[in-house]
């Protein structure tokens, strides 16, 4: 290797890998960085999760397009680690090795009829909405009534997506055939089911807001499961999520509107119903224990996700992403991202952790070329 030249390999081009490569382009004079991607094409969740109409949060892939034209940096696409490049490959060729692969499997609710055809995971109906090439073959059955298990921000993403028209769509990432299955389904009832209460919802008020601009949905709330909430002592944040909750708990109800979205909150599914498709949900209240079968066409379950192991790499099945100690998977190899903490927070925390790591490869560099 060159005195003073330094190769670094990130597995993985979303969010968290570009925010590295470009701190490390930028800092480290002589560095060269690899970036590989299984995909033919870069951003990974920026393009592949975010929500097609969220124009302005993908507006970082074009920050993450001048990373990519960085003499530095190179974009080795249609790579798999770990079929097409070996783990051990990767750690001969460069000095430092970073995984930030995400979370991209989704976590299975465990219930009986969860094969059901018209069942699908967020992360795979996501996928598909975002036409991502391995989504490409699936048409999703959407019927009229549509289940949407998990109480995130996913959750809210499918549900605003499912209900806009096609005219709100017109501002949107969304692909000419998605466009029109889309235009074409005739949904009235969108349900979102929460297994625990409002309070431990993990909405953001802009998503949770965002519901009551929708052209011909409303959203409904009882306001039962909101009597007695004791606010004192919750976070701000979470404060003005239940504001919300209570506004549509309060609003009136004028002309029916074309698409329902009701929340259910203590709800948690106990097995999907169906013969040859799925045709109702069986949902148990979490607090009485009593159960009641809702008629659903569509279910998809926005519960979480786990990474996809990679051979040698050291996994945590339980947890479902790599093993690591703070990061460090082992010398000279780190992982950043959903794959390290899990498949919680937005693009800017990738960032603060892209700093801190890109602080910590630095370091050990430093002491690797006095070494
Ligand atoms: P999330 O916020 O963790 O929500 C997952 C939901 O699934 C929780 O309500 C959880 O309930 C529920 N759940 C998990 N296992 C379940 C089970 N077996 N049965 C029933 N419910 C189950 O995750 P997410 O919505 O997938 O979002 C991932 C991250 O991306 C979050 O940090 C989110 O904020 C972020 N994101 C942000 C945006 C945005 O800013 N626009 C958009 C999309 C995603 P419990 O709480 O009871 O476990």
Not at 84 to 100: G, H, M, P, T
Not at 315 to 320: H, L, S
Not at 336 to 342: D, K
Request: charged content about 20%.
């Amino acid at each position: 290797m060159p005195k003073n030249t330094h190769y670094i390999a990130i597995v993985g081009s979303g969010p968290s890998g570009c925010f590295l490569a470009e701190i490390l382009a930028i800092k480290i004079p002589g560095i060269t960085i690899d970036i590989y991607e299984r995909l033919p094409h870069p951003f990974g969740l920026a393009v592949n999760g975010v929500a097609p109409d969220h124009l302005h949060t993908r507006k970082v892939t074009e920050q993450f397009e001048r990373t990519l034209a960085r003499d530095n940096v190179n974009l080795i696409s249609n790579i798999d680690v770990g079929s097409s490049i070996s783990y051990s490959e990767l750690k001969q060729r460069y000095n430092q090795v970073v995984f930030a692969t995400g979370a991209s499997e989704d976590l299975r609710l465990g219930i009986p009829g969860e094969h059901l055809p018209g069942i699908y995971g967020s992360g795979r109906f996501t996928r598909w909405y975002n036409s991502h090439p391995e989504s490409n073959q699936l048409t999703p059955l959407i019927g009229q009534r549509v289940g949407i298990i998990g109480n995130g921000n996913v959750a809210l993403d499918i549900a605003r997506v499912l209900a806009k028209t096609a005219a709100e769509h017109q501002p949107s990432a969304l692909s000419e055939p998605v466009r029109t299955h889309l235009a074409q389904r005739n949904i009235s009832e969108i349900h979102i089911f929460g297994r625990r209460g409002p309070v431990d919802a993990s909405f953001s008020l802009p998503e949770l807001t965002e519901l009551s601009t929708l052209a011909q949905a409303e959203v409904q709330v009882s306001p039962a499961v909101l009597a007695g909430i004791d606010t004192q002592g919750l976070p701000p944040s979470q404060k003005k999520m239940l504001e919300q909750l209570q506004r549509y708990a309060q609003a009136p109800k004028a002309t029916p509107a074309v698409i329902k979205i009701q929340f259910h909150f203590y709800a948690t599914p106990v097995a999907a119903v169906g013969d040859q498709q799925l045709e109702a949900l069986e949902i148990r209240d979490t607090r009485h224990g009593t159960l009641h079968t809702l008629p659903l066409d569509t279910l998809i379950t926005a519960i979480g996700y786990r990474t996809p192991a990679i051979a040698e790499v050291p996994y945590d099945t339980e947890r479902g992403r790599f093993a690591h100690q703070k990061g460090n998977i082992e010398p000279g190899v780190y992982c950043l991202g959903w794959c390290q903490r899990g498949p919680q927070g937005v693009i800017p925390t990738s960032r603060s952790e892209a700093m801190n790591l890109a602080r910590q490869l630095i370091k050990e560099m430093e002491k690797q070329h006095v070494d």
